[in-house]
Every structure is written in structure tokens, then in C-alpha cells.
């Protein structure tokens, strides 16, 4: 019953900055990784960013030096700083949040927030 949200997309404009948020409700467990998604329409949902459970980060090389994760444990929450923005960074943005069970780890998927570059 783990409710993941994103907040803070929106039309920005090439160049511009914006950051997103992702908080996990009703979680009851441990969130081990946290990581952000991308996805263009018509195209497969891209991983491009991972924050793991000890602030490890790791990035796809069309983000990095631009975007940077980060996380709150005691909030639940991931954030997506995104600077320098480019018209191919439109997209729908999708967190993912990892919780650990007894037996098993559980993926849980927000509904996405719209970023929109324009020039």
C-alpha cells in the first residue's frame, strides 16, 4: 500500500533550472534505493538516476553534471535537481522507490510529472 508522488515538473524554459520532488507514503519498511525515470512518447521508460540506501549515486552520461540526485530518509523523499536544461530533457519523470520486505524488496512507481523545455 506504499503511495509514491511526484511534484515540480512544468514549462521551463532551455537553460532554465527545476527541481522535482518524490515522496513515499505509508511506508512501513526500509527504502533502499530511490531513482528517477524518464520517458519520451513512443519510447521505452528510461532509467537515468539511482540514489542507493547510503547516498551512493550514479547517473547516465546524457544527465551527468546536470542533474543531481539527492535523498531525505527521515522524509520519505528523493529530489531531482535539473540544471541546464535542454529541449530533449521533455519528458515524463517517473520515481521508482525500493522498500525492503522480510523475504523480498518491492518497486513502487509514481504517476509521473511533466517537464517541458522550450526555447
Known amino acids: 500500500q506504499v503511495h509514491v508522488a511526484e511534484s515540480g515538473g512544468g514549462l521551463v524554459q532551455v537553460g532554465g533550472s527545476l527541481r522535482l520532488s518524490c515522496t513515499a507514503s505509508?511506508?512501513?519498511?526500509?527504502?533502499?534505493?530511490m531513482r528517477w525515470y524518464r520517458q519520451a512518447p513512443g519510447e521505452e521508460r528510461i532509467l537515468f538516476a539511482t540514489?542507493?540506501?547510503?547516498?551512493?549515486?550514479k547517473y547516465d552520461d546524457s544527465v551527468e553534471d546536470r542533474f543531481t540526485i539527492s535523498r531525505d530518509n527521515a522524509k520519505d523523499t528523493v529530489y531531482l535537481q535539473m540544471n541546464n536544461l535542454k529541449p530533449e530533457d521533455t519528458d515524463i519523470y517517473y520515481c521508482?522507490?525500493?522498500?525492503?520486505?522480510?523475504?523480498?524488496?518491492?518497486?513502487?512507481w509514481g504517476r509521473g510529472t511533466q517537464v517541458t523545455v522550450s526555447s
Open positions: 521508482n522507490v525500493v522498500v525492503s520486505g522480510l523475504d523480498t524488496d518491492y518497486d513502487y
Open positions: 505509508e511506508v512501513t519498511s526500509t527504502i533502499s534505493d
Open positions: 540514489i542507493t540506501e547510503g547516498g551512493l549515486t
